[in-house]
């Protein structure tokens, strides 16, 4: 025998609630298979329901947006601090700037490869490498690591340590980092709001279920006296769910007369 079910979803309690509102309002009143007390509660929770779920829904969306152009944002990050190793790493392969320079920027002195920048955080602290090491370097302060010998191939230039970068340059990369910061702090912002939008959600569902529930109780009540099949199609009407086992048929979808 198919067993009724509670809605385990957002979607599925609001279409119970829509069909028991929509049912109640094409039945006289003295036809109704719910009480007038529920009916009353209905009326109040269904809308106020209906509306966080549209704030939650409409918030979700400018999470999602905000999300999209920091993301994008971090693309053009992530270029930009690859690309600065990478001349970099290019120019001291061509003696304009020493390899101990590395050090600077927080590298090896021999490190030739790029630094690992798949994580945000990663990301973020060496853009912040980047740009105090280059202010280091063109102003020649002593790094703060030691200096590892390096092979003999890679001598010094020392006469053009102070020779800023380009292409980019560590202003480039700090004015994407300021920006890639202030979106993310946006959509940090943004991501706060849903989730208060929805906790307003979830803090409603107890009374809600206790709603639907009351609705199911009285309903299956009211046509208590009609044949199974007949008493599910009917309560069917107005919202309550049923769903069958492995194997049985389904119920006659023409109520008995």
């Known amino acids: 025998m ?3 079910r509670m809605p385990v979803s957002i979607i599925d309690r609001t279409k119970v609630l829509e069909k028991t509102s929509e049912k109640a309002t094409s039945t006289p009143a003295d036809q109704w298979a719910i009480s007038t007390e529920t009916q009353t509660r209905l009326t109040t929770l269904y809308p106020a329901f209906r509306q966080e779920i549209a704030e939650r829904q ?6 999602a947006e905000a999300s999209e152009v920091e993301n994008a944002q971090q693309v053009v990050l992530h270029r930009c601090v690859s690309h600065f ?17 590395r050090l600077y920027y927080g590298l090896n002195a021999n490190q030739s490869e790029l630094p690992k920048l798949t994580a945000e955080q990663d990301l973020v602290s060496w853009a912040r490498n980047l740009i105090d090491g280059e ?22 230039a020392s006469e053009q340590d102070t020779v800023p970068m380009s292409n980019p340059s560590a ?10 910061i202030e979106l ?6 943004e991501k706060q709001a849903f989730d208060a939008e929805n906790k307003d959600v979830l803090d409603m569902l107890p009374e809600i279920d206790e709603l639907i529930r ?9 046509y208590r006296k009609e044949t199974p099949p007949n008493r599910r199609k009917l309560a069917r009407e107005w919202g309550v769910s049923y769903v069958s086992r492995p194997g049985e ?9």
């Open 2 to 4: 198919p067993y009724r």
């Open 249 to 257: 048929e389904p119920d006659d979808e023409v109520v008995e007369e």
């Open 85 to 101: 190793f990478q001349v970099f790493n290019l120019a001291v392969e061509r003696g304009v700037f020493s390899a101990s320079d």
């Open 214 to 222: 009351d609705i199911y109780d009285e309903v299956e009540f009211y």
């Open 171 to 180: 202003a480039e990369v700090e004015t994407e980092l300021n920006k890639y």
């Open 184 to 189: 993310r702090n946006a959509q940090s912002a």
């Open 58 to 63: 409409e918030q979700f969306a400018k999470q």
């Open 135 to 156: 202010v280091k370097r063109t102003q020649q302060s002593a790094p703060e690591a030691p200096v590892i010998p390096v092979a003999p191939d890679m001598e010094p």
